[in-house]
């Protein structure tokens, strides 16, 4: 069985920077994919397509291709009252804020001075060349109701 729109996708990985810096990792099969349905990053999804269980390779996926480029117009400043009063706000918190276009994002502090903390709109990989070392572990068909939701389900089905 070769990876394709709806199926079902297990995966170890470990994801790495340019350096050479582990960012991440997942083993014992337990990261799922839906495939096909947009939930993971499109340069992976398309370096696996066609792949088999027990497959490994190696891929290089570009910021376009990944979390996107970091984008200066997503750092700004703004006032301490727009945030709980009575939280201490610090650098590295994250929070969930609206975008212009009206989108649901997430900002990190990178910044807090006196009234004015600064928070940055971008993923934290915008910007970072990404090089996975990645495993197929196993591969099926999706469920209707996996395919109609967008996402796989665990053992004993899924619950909203």
């Not at 297990?10 to 990261?31: A, M, Q, R």
């Not at 799922?32 to 996926?61: C, M, R």
């Not at 060349?129 to 572990?137: E, M, S, Y």
Request: no cysteine.
């Amino acid at each position: 069985m070769q990876i394709s729109d709806k199926m079902v996708v297990t995966i170890d990985y470990t994801l790495k920077d340019d350096n050479g810096t582990v960012l991440d990792t997942s083993t014992e099969g337990n990261f799922a994919y839906l495939h096909g349905a947009n939930n993971i990053i499109p340069g992976l999804e398309n370096a696996l397509t066609g792949k088999s269980a027990g497959d490994e390779v190696d891929v290089s996926v570009s910021p376009a291709e990944g979390y996107g480029e970091h984008n200066e117009t997503m750092i700004q400043a703004v006032p301490r009252d727009m945030f709980d009063s009575e939280q201490e706000i610090q650098v590295g918190m994250q929070f969930h804020a609206e975008s212009p276009e009206g989108e649901m994002i997430v900002v990190t502090v990178t910044d807090v001075e006196g009234n004015d903390v600064t928070v940055d709109g971008n993923h934290p990989l915008a910007g970072v060349n990404l090089n996975f070392g990645v495993k197929i572990v196993d591969i099926r068909e999706a469920s209707e109701e996996e395919i109609e939701h967008g996402h796989v389900h665990g053992p004993g089905d899924h619950h909203h």
